[in-house]
């Protein structure tokens, strides 16, 4: 599953914690090494994208919610 990103797979030598990589597998749910951190990588993403969405709501940026007259066509 993609989850819409693109896929693009390049081998990689980096130290992993063990404990680390096992607590994480098992709160994803994943199979393999490869496939945890990967799953990993992508869920911190997404946490970033909905923080930065939350953010955008809490201060109303670029949103027109506060504009009584948009607010109002919103409720027909």
């Keep these: 599953m993609?989850?819409?990103y693109t896929v693009s797979m390049v081998?990689?030598?980096v130290d992993i914690d063990d404990d680390a990589l096992e607590r994480a597998r098992r709160v994803l749910g994943?199979?393999?090494m490869k496939e945890t951190v990967n799953s990993a990588l992508r869920e911190v993403v997404d946490l970033d994208r909905r923080r930065r969405f939350i953010d955008r709501i809490m201060t109303s940026d670029g949103?027109?919610?506060d504009d009584d007259e948009v607010m109002d066509r919103?409720?027909?």
Aim: proline share 0%; no cysteine.
């Design 30 to 32: 994943t199979g393999t």
């Design 2 to 4: 993609s989850y819409g």
């Design 63 to 65: 949103l027109d919610l």
């Design 74 to 76: 919103a409720w027909r």
């Design 11 to 13: 081998k990689r030598l």
